[in-house]
């Protein structure tokens, strides 16, 4: 009779392949058993020739990873187990479904790639099987109808239809989809999505597990409330499921002319697409936040997000400032976000050309959203000479109470016409003040700027800048 008992089952990676003696598959196979091993180019694939699972090495990366993927589209890798322990060599490694509570005896040799710990009923015919849905289970071989464990409990950045994403109400332990690092590594980056912590029904989109910066709306019986086009969306059903211990959402794809899959992005962004099988195009029905320009850090530092309504957002260096990197900015990936092109003086002791740094107006932009809030001070004019004086500061903005910025300004955004933004002044060296802001402009600036020298000035020029800019809206 089967015992039930507290153990692990383990699918693992053996290195070398000469420490053991289980035979290979020799073909593809939709069952791995506990006897067989999978390496190199094997696979397993699904009865319905969906997905398969084998290695695979994403874009240029010369790392293995072991995963689950579209057949049609081996593009789309849609599990991974390995996400943070890459291989060097396929043909080197395999892996296998392995039962063993010894986990402390593993040999040196024996990598393990993913564990699950979940109360189990022992056997020794454990199985590995993939299904259509993309979830990879272990069976009891003896009852095929038992289920040890499931990658569907493990989510990595791939929703697929009638896998779960929920809390456990009793442990408080979350599913989340994370990110991969970036296009060639599955790592987990910085962006999930999760259940909201306080027990609510909404997904909460999160930076680091610790900032929202955007959040579904509370669950409405069909759809959550904030997600647009999820109420429209025939095809995906979507339903939030109440267990004795257990809160998840699932959907389903009622339409079997094409096929679906949600992915949180490497940028930050989940979108829920769907593949035509007919013309093999993907179309995507919502996405989250809408504008990349919500998505927090989006920009890096003291950069600002231009195009905030449009789906395609892209980032500009602030007046006065470069890229980090500027081959990166080049094609479009913001991470390295931009920096000063002339080092502040603040702090140094001498000033090149006995000019101080100085202050640039920006207008109506959507604040940084991490800033001080100084009470005490009254005036525009001590709000700026108190960033002035203090090197720590990076920006102030002035609007009846003073605000002021340390360190990296992130978050910036362009506001359109019509929408109430701020003015922001941002530190540049002199020398950077007196470039004009575009062409249209440049006349203007120049006058302005040429022959204001230190910082009490500039509170001058800055005045003049921001009637002439910021009034003819
Ligand atoms: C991978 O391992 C195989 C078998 O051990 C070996 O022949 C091959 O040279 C290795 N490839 C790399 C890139 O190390
Ligand atoms: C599994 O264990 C049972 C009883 O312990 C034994 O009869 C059977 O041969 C074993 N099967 C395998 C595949 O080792
Ligand atoms: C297999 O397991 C299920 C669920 O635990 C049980 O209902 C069923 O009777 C078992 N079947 C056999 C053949 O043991
Ligand atoms: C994310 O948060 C951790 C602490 O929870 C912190 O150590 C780490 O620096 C943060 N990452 C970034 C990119 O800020
Ligand atoms: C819920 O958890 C309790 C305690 O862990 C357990 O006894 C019970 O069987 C679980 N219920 C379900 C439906 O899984
Ligand atoms: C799709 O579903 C329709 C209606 O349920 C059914 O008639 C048809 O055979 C299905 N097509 C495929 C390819 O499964
Ligand atoms: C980036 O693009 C600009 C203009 O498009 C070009 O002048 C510059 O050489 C490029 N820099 C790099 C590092 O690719
Ligand atoms: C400068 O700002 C930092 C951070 O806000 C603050 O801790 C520090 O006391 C300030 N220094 C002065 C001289 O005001």
């Known amino acids: 009779m089967d015992t039930k008992i507290k153990s692990w089952f383990f699918l693992y990676v053996l290195l070398p392949l000469l420490f053991f003696s289980k ?28 997905f398969e699972l084998g290695f695979f090495t994403p874009g240029n990366s010369k790392n293995y990873y072991i995963g689950i993927r579209y057949k049609q589209f081996p593009e789309y890798v849609v599990w991974v187990a390995n996400r943070e322990t890459p291989l060097s ?37 454990t199985t590995a099987e993939l299904l259509d849905t993309r979830n990879l289970v272990l069976r009891d071989g003896s009852n095929s109808s038992i289920v040890i464990s499931q990658s569907f409990d493990y989510p990595t950045d791939t929703w697929l239809p009638k896998g779960q994403l929920g809390r456990n109400k009793i442990t408080g332990e979350r599913q989340r989809l994370t990110s991969w ?30 900032k929202i910066y955007g959040q579904s709306g509370v669950w409405k019986r069909q759809y959550f409330s904030l ?10 059903k979507m339903s939030l499921v109440e267990t004795q211990n257990k809160t998840y959402a699932t959907y389903k794809f009622l339409d079997n002319t094409s096929m679906t899959r949600g992915v949180m992005d ?13 013309s093999q195009t993907w179309s995507c029905f919502w996405s989250m936040p809408t504008s990349r320009c919500e998505i927090y850090s989006y920009c890096s530092s003291f950069a600002i997000c231009t195009q905030p309504q449009s789906t395609l957002a892209s980032c500009s260096c602030l007046h006065g400032f470069e890229p980090g990197s500027q081959k ?104 950077d003040l007196r470039v004009p802001l575009s062409e249209k402009t440049k006349g203007w600036v120049h006058w302005v700027i040429v022959g204001v020298g230190g910082c009490c000035a500039s509170v001058f020029s800055v005045v003049i800048l921001f009637i002439w800019i910021c009034r003819r809206r």
Request: net charge negative; aromatic share 8%; charged share 15%.
């Open 227 to 236: 997600i647009p086009g999820m109420a429209a969306d025939q095809p995906n």
């Open 266 to 278: 490497p940028l930050g962004q989940i979108q829920l697409c769907t593949l035509l099988l007919s």
């Open 328 to 431: 990166d900015w080049n094609s479009s990936i913001w991470l390295a976000g931009c920096k000063w092109r002339t080092p502040l003086q603040c702090g140094g002791n001498t000033f090149v050309d006995a000019e101080k740094d100085g202050f640039f107006v920006m207008c109506n932009v959507q604040l940084p959203g991490n800033q001080r809030s100084l009470t005490t001070v009254r005036s525009a004019k001590e709000c700026e000479l108190y960033c002035f004086d203090n090197c720590s500061c990076t920006a102030y903005a002035y609007d009846s109470s003073c605000s002021v910025w340390n360190g990296d300004l992130i978050n910036l955004k362009q506001m359109l016409d019509g929408n109430v933004g701020g003015d922001l002044y941002p530190c540049l060296a002199a020398i």
């Open 181 to 210: 690092k970036n296009l060639e590594d599955p790592a987990p980056g910085v962006f999930s999505l999760e259940l909201d912590p306080s027990g609510i029904n909404q997904f909460d989109l999160m930076w680091n597990r610790s």
């Open 23 to 50: 035979s290979h598959l020799s073909t593809t196979a939709e069952i791995l058993s506990l006897s067989q091993v999978l390496s190199g180019d094997q696979t397993i694939s699904s009865k319905g020739g969906i």
């Open 89 to 125: 060599n396929k043909t080197s490694s395999v892996l296998r479904v392995n039962q063993d509570g010894n986990l402390v005896r593993l040999n040196q040799l024996n990598r393990m790639v993913w564990s699950t710990t979940t109360p189990l009923i022992a056997s020794n015919s």
